[in-house]
């Protein structure tokens, strides 16, 4: 079992910044392929980005330039850098894993691990 936990969500004004964080626990293996996921109220989740076992990262277009995913395999955490935030990147943010590696772009069903989401609101 892997449980995920998101924070560091919360209010910011147009232009700044945030960073989101997510701790995993339970057997989490280093191949995993890692990935953020947002969701704005009335819209379908969409993908953020994700990072790969190598580090290697992709990002959804909106957000290249300004979003940053890294990882600590030691500490088992994710993290989101979300810089020049925007109103339109407001919404639930995820943190997901999944067993499988980041081969190409994984669908949203396609992550095994969902963590509870935290809130981003950008005025």
């Known amino acids: 079992h892997v449980q995920l936990v998101e924070s560091g969500g919360g209010l910011v004004e147009a232009g700044g910044s945030l960073r989101l964080s997510c701790v995993a626990s339970?057997?989490?293996?280093?191949?995993?392929?890692m990935g953020w996921f947002r969701q704005a109220p009335g819209k379908e989740r969409e993908e953020v980005g994700a990072?790969?076992?190598?580090?290697?990262?992709k990002y959804y277009d909106s957000v290249k330039g300004r979003f940053l995913i890294s990882k600590d395999n030691r500490k088992n955490t994710l993290t989101l850098h979300m810089n020049r935030l925007k109103p339109e990147d407001s919404g639930t943010y995820y943190c997901?894993?999944?067993?499988?590696?980041?081969?190409?772009?994984?669908?949203?069903?396609?992550?095994?691990?969902w963590g509870q989401g935290t809130q981003v609101t950008v005025s």
């Open positions: 990072i790969d076992s190598d580090g290697r990262t």
């Open positions: 339970g057997y989490m293996y280093q191949s995993y392929c």
């Open positions: 997901a894993a999944a067993r499988q590696g980041c081969v190409g772009a994984l669908a949203a069903f396609e992550y095994d691990y």
